[in-house]
């Protein structure tokens, strides 16, 4: 475990998956992230890659053969490189192996960069295509923020408030699949209440949002957290059933739709790197 820590706040990173485990402010003395209570969800915020959500049988098909993947792919079982720069940065790399390319037939490097600025969090993602042919690729995030995180609050205190949508068209998943059919929520001044019920069938997943911020607040104390992400262009929420925590997602992939032909290079958002060619993203998170 890697530690970060200034005046505002402290964060906990471990070396397997590269996973934020802790996100605490010092000034309002409050723990931020998900406590990874395996009774509901024994995870905190793993690092998608190099898939987003499920495939079709869980498998694919790239150049005729077919691979086995799991559910969001495999780097959030894996150990990280860890080197920590100072206090206030820290850097985790994962690389190809032979065990990873008997699943992903690519040479890769990916490289998470955690650094504190004030209060804020800011996670900078890298993938390197190290062979010499193009790379397919998903990569998403799947924080988990606890909800209630002050005391004397209920989970139905809290509300999500979208910078930039008035409302929120969702795909349904089927057995986690991407289904044909949509639902869409009407918000009131951008905000969604938060109730228990609306992750029953699994994750909202969004391909239209147009936010680049979402904030978790409630109607109880001004306490919240600013999430801040751009160049994603899928968007999941979601939460174990009755789970005390709900989970931002930003993704670059989505999960398989239920018609899809199982060939890679035609799944729905995979990014197509070009041998020694580096790819970035980042995202950020505010507390207050």
Request: charged residues 25%; contains cysteine; hydrophobic residues 40%.
């Amino acid at each position: 475990m890697i530690t970060l820590e200034n005046d505002f706040i402290k964060v906990n990173i471990a070396n397997k998956g590269a996973e934020l485990q802790g996100l605490y402010s010092k000034e309002t003395n409050i723990e931020y992230l998900w406590s990874g209570d395996a009774n509901f969800w024994g995870k905190y915020s793993p690092v998608l890659f190099p898939i987003v959500g499920s495939l079709k049988n869980d498998s694919y098909i790239y150049k005729d053969k077919t691979y086995k993947l799991p559910r969001h792919g495999f780097a959030r079982d894996h150990e990280f490189k860890a080197e920590k720069i100072s206090n206030a940065e820290a850097v985790f790399t994962l690389t190809h192996s032979d065990e990873t390319l008997k699943i992903y037939p690519f040479q890769f490097e990916l490289k998470l960069n955690y650094q504190i600025i004030d209060k804020k969090l800011i996670l900078k993602y890298t993938v390197t295509n190290t062979g010499t042919k193009k790379m397919l690729f998903s990569l998403g995030a799947h924080p988990a923020f606890a909800v209630p995180n002050t005391p004397n609050t209920t989970y139905e205190d809290y509300y999500l408030a979208f910078n930039d949508d008035v409302k929120l068209t969702y795909w349904i998943l089927e057995e986690g699949l991407v289904a044909n059919e949509t639902e869409t929520i009407e918000l009131s001044r951008h905000t969604l209440k938060l109730k228990h019920d609306l992750f029953y069938n699994d994750a909202l997943v969004f391909k239209t949002l147009q936010s680049n911020c979402i904030s978790l607040l409630n109607t109880k104390n001004d306490y919240g957290l600013h999430f801040h992400f751009d160049d994603f262009p899928f968007f999941g929420i979601w939460a174990a059933k009755d789970a005390p925590f709900v989970c931002l997602e930003p993704w670059c992939g989505v999960a398989d739709s239920i018609n899809h032909n199982q060939k890679l290079a035609y799944k729905e958002g995979i990014i197509k790197l070009d041998a020694a060619s580096s790819w970035k993203r980042c995202w950020e998170v505010e507390c207050f």
